[in-house]
């Protein structure tokens, strides 16, 4: 089983940065992707960031790209995603994910992760 918890979300105005991490515990052997997944009220979830793990490379949904970064810390178990210039279509509860290999061009299918966060509130508002 593999547990993984977010945290650093908050309210911040347009322009604005946060950091999320997510630090992950368990039995991490077969994790092939790490990824960020949002959901805004009434709309549906959708892929924000992904990395694949090995050989390392990352995905990004074009309304972050040059805005958000997605990084991980193997020695701490963690993938944090570091988000700046802020809008507040950015707002949403951000989750995090884990996954083993698969194609990369579906890292942002839901159904290809086994594992969730708790999810972690971001707000951005004037």
């Known amino acids: 089983q593999v547990l993984l918890v977010e945290s650093g979300g908050g309210s911040v105005q347009p322009g604005g940065d946060l950091r999320l991490s997510c630090k992950a515990s368990g039995s991490l052997t077969n994790i092939g992707h790490m990824a960020w997944f949002r959901q805004a009220p009434e709309k549906a979830r959708e892929g924000v960031a992904c990395v694949r793990t090995y050989p390392e490379y990352e995905y990004y949904v074009d309304s972050v790209r040059g805005r958000f970064t997605i990084s991980r810390d193997n020695d701490q178990n963690t993938v944090y995603l570091r988000m700046t210039n802020l809008k507040p279509e950015d707002s949403g509860m951000y989750y995090c994910?884990?996954?083993?290999?698969?194609?990369?061009?579906?890292?942002?299918?839901?159904?290809?992760?086994?594992?969730w966060g708790q999810g972690a509130q971001v707000t951005v508002s004037s």
């Open positions: 994910a884990a996954g083993p290999i698969f194609p990369g061009f579906a890292w942002s299918e839901e159904g290809r992760y086994d594992h």
